[in-house]
């Protein structure tokens, strides 16, 4: 159903006013299908203890949500907008599925090392922080054997 979606987006030469009408319809309908599909596969290679070292990394990402959320914002803005490269309506859709996809490659990395020397992301860090009304404890204690 979303490949049909894709094909008629193709056919109408992704123009806003189908887009944002008929051309939902495929996805919209799909999503609840494709988002139980995705759960399952990932708690079936859970359960199975396959691909940990990405499992682990995706748990990191996860722990500093909001931390990462902002990155990615301020990393597009710097990529698309005049104070940084002004890419914006210069790149295709290849470009930009590339561009996320580094963008999300280089979180999975910086997210779990962050986090083997920190309890928290900072954003979470300094949320918690006025949550409580006191200064979190930010550094990860190790055990010293």
Not at 121 to 130: H, Q
Request: with cysteine.
């Amino acid at each position: 159903m979303i490949l049909f979606g894709v094909y008629r987006h193709f056919e109408a030469g992704w123009a806003a006013e189908y887009s944002m009408i008929g051309g939902r319809l495929y996805a919209e309908c799909a999503s609840h299908i494709r988002a139980m599909g995705w759960i399952s596969m990932w708690v079936l290679i859970c359960r199975a203890g396959r691909l940990d070292w990405l499992t682990l990394r995706l748990a990191g990402v996860d722990r500093m949500a909001i931390t990462n959320y902002l990155m990615h914002s301020v990393i597009a803005s710097l990529v698309f907008y005049g104070i940084g490269l002004g890419l914006v309506g210069k790149v295709d859709r290849v470009e930009l599925l590339g561009l996320a996809v580094l963008i999300g490659l280089f979180q999975l990395a910086t997210s779990h090392r962050w986090l083997q020397r920190y309890r928290f992301g900072p954003v979470e860090w300094l949320w918690r922080s006025l949550t409580y009304w006191r200064k979190q404890p930010m550094r990860r204690v190790h055990d010293k054997e």
